[in-house]
Each structure stands twice: as C-alpha cells, then as structure tokens.
Nanobody, 121 residues
Framework: QVQLVESGGGLVQPGGSLRLSCAASGSIISIYGMGWYRQAPGKQRELVAVIISSGNTNYVDAVKGRFTISRDNAKNTVYLQMNTLKPEDTAVYYC???????????????WGQGTQVTVSS
C-alpha cells in the first residue's frame, strides 16, 4: 500500500507565503512524476506544478514566478513553495504522484487527501 500525506496549508494574507509538503510512504519501488493540483469552490481541479524524476519542472501560467516545486528523492517528498500569494490562489491543494510499488508491474497514480490554502485579509 502507498500513502501520500500533505501538510502546510493554512490561512495567509495576500502577499504572504506558504510551503506545502507531501510525503509518500509504503512499499515504493520508484516515483516518477510528482505534482500539485488545486481545486477552488465551483471550479475544476487544475494542475499547478509538476516535477519529474530528472528534476524538470512545469507550471501553470498563473503561478509562474511565484511558486516553486521541488522534491527530495531520499525522503520521497515533494514541496510547493508559494510566494506572493493572491486571493485567487485560495483552493484545496492536492498532491499527486506516479508510483511504482512492490508487486505491481505498472506505475499507479496516487492522490493525497488535500490541504486547504486560504488567502485573505
């Protein structure tokens, strides 16, 4: 079994910063891409940022220059540093990872439980 556990969400004022973490645990053989998605009320879930095993990253235009995704392969953890936060960044943020686990030939997409980020004065 594999689990993704997120942390770091909360309430922050506009212009502030937050750092999200997501740790994968379980019978993991390898982790391919890891990413962060978000879903605001009444909207579809959207990809925010992704990082693959080589370290290459990609961001949605709305967060470029403000958010940074990184990963610690030794800890099976992905981070999202969010700076200059705006009210429109308010959403539930979900971690996602493509993981190959023991006993399964193909990699599987796993999701975290979500963490609330609220940007408000």
């Amino acid at each position: 079994q594999v689990q993704l556990v997120e942390s770091g969400g909360g309430l922050v004022q506009p212009g502030g910063s937050l750092r999200l973490s997501c740790a994968a645990s379980g019978s993991i053989i390898s982790i391919y891409g890891m990413g962060w998605y978000r879903q605001a009320p009444g909207k579809q879930r959207e990809l925010v940022a992704v990082i693959i095993s080589s370290g290459n990253t990609n961001y949605v235009d709305a967060v470029k220059g403000r958010f940074t995704i990184s990963r610690d392969n030794a800890k099976n953890t992905v981070y999202l540093q969010m700076n200059t936060l705006k009210p429109e960044d308010t959403a539930v943020y979900y971690c996602n990872a493509l993981i190959r686990r023991l006993g399964v030939a193909e990699p599987i997409s796993y999701w975290g439980q979500g963490t609330q980020v609220t940007v408000s004065s």
